[in-house]
């Protein structure tokens, strides 16, 4: 556990003192104040793989200024790190999951500056807070360089008042993203073919709920309903012959059951990318190099994309139902995202980092 000494960091906190203003809300005592607060897209930028270029670019939707490396700005005498592999925000908190660098740094989510650090996990994936006290992040575990294949992955418990591991829970394999909801943490084991339920009171896995393999992303809807996309079999020491479809699964939390199970048509095309638009009652998804929108009462997958190309990232405007996607030309030079109308119709476009790869919005 590390956590950064405040009297240390006093004179690059007064030199970027000058950068804090006003949140976007003036009426209220309890509003975020700070140069990231106001109309905040956030984008995380993943960067090369070993060579510690990993970034953050924040958009602002009111004016459409776009401001890039706002973790280098605000912590000028620090490197964030190798591989961004996701963010995640909690009240007045960032949780920064930097996957090689095996750490997750926190940062105060107006100012950006560094506040912390989460240190003692083994490739970190994707982090959730239940509240200001505990959180949880999955990582990948037992890599065989021999086999090509990952063991069962971990769920680390961490506490947020001290930044350190309380425990870990064995999960599936190569455990991906996580929604807390209902009391429950919800893990999606792209390894395998479950979503694996650990209770937050216990700690401990309560089941495994069977879906189609290789489940990548999850959404809740506004009937607290989760949804879960698989992208199906795809090993690539197979031949594509033997490949299985993906699907779109719906699980009731209440129950922990599978409600519907809704296959796509390819063996050989990729599903992905899963999201909600602001009213939780659509879903967003990238399936065979395309993005579509799904209504959550729909009993039928939709075939028409409103987007008919993929992306390195997806995410949807709760205000306005906007889609920004990521694009990565590669991971030697800097990315764009591009925006588009609820519809499809592409808006604008904006420089970011190397290979932005997820979305917070504010």
């Excluded at 459409?64 to 996701?86: R, T």
Aim: contains cysteine.
């Amino acid at each position: 556990m590390k956590k950064y000494n405040p009297v240390r960091s006093f004179m690059w906190v007064a030199a970027l003192a000058a950068l804090t203003i006003s949140g976007c809300n003036t009426n209220s005592d309890d509003a975020p104040t700070g140069e990231y607060a106001q109309d905040a897209v956030l984008i995380s930028n993943e960067g090369a793989f070993n060579k510690s270029n990993a970034s953050v670019s924040y958009y602002n939707r009111s004016t459409g200024q776009v401001q890039n490396e706002i973790y280098s700005a605000a912590n000028p005498s620090q490197v964030l790190g190798d591989v961004l592999q996701s963010i995640n925000l909690h009240n007045d908190k960032a949780y920064l999951v930097m996957n090689n660098s095996k750490k997750i740094t926190v940062v105060n989510a107006s100012t950006f500056k560094a506040e912390g650090e989460i240190n003692g996990l083994d490739a970190p994936r994707y982090f959730a807070a239940l509240n200001n006290e505990k959180g949880y992040v999955t990582e990948w575990l037992a890599y065989d360089p021999n086999t090509y294949q990952y063991g069962k992955g971990r769920v680390s418990v961490i506490d947020l008042k001290t930044y350190t591991v309380l425990k870990t829970i064995e999960v599936g394999v190569q455990p991906e993203q996580l929604v807390i909801t209902g009391g429950k943490v919800y893990v999606a084991n792209v390894g395998e073919n479950a979503v694996t339920v650990i209770n937050t009171i216990t700690d401990a896995v309560e089941k495994n709920i069977i879906v189609t393999q290789s489940p990548n992303s999850l959404a809740l809807d506004q009937n607290s309903n989760l949804w879960v996309i698989s992208t199906g079999q795809k090993d690539w020491q197979l031949d594509p012959s033997n490949y299985t479809p993906g699907a779109l699964t719906k699980i009731n939390t209440g129950s922990n059951t599978v409600e519907a199970t809704l296959p796509f048509s390819s063996k050989t095309a990729f599903a992905s990318k899963l999201a909600t638009n602001g009213a939780k009652n659509k879903l967003y998804f990238e399936y065979d190099n395309k993005v579509y929108q799904q209504d959550i009462n729909a009993t039928t997958l939709s075939t028409t994309p409103v987007i008919n190309r993929s992306f390195s990232s997806l995410g949807i405007d709760p205000v306005n139902n906007y889609i920004y996607a990521g694009v990565a030309p590669g991971y030697t030079s800097n990315g764009w995202v591009v925006r588009f109308n609820p519809t499809g119709a592409a808006l604008d476009s904006f420089r970011v980092g190397i290979a932005p790869n997820g979305f917070i919005f504010r």
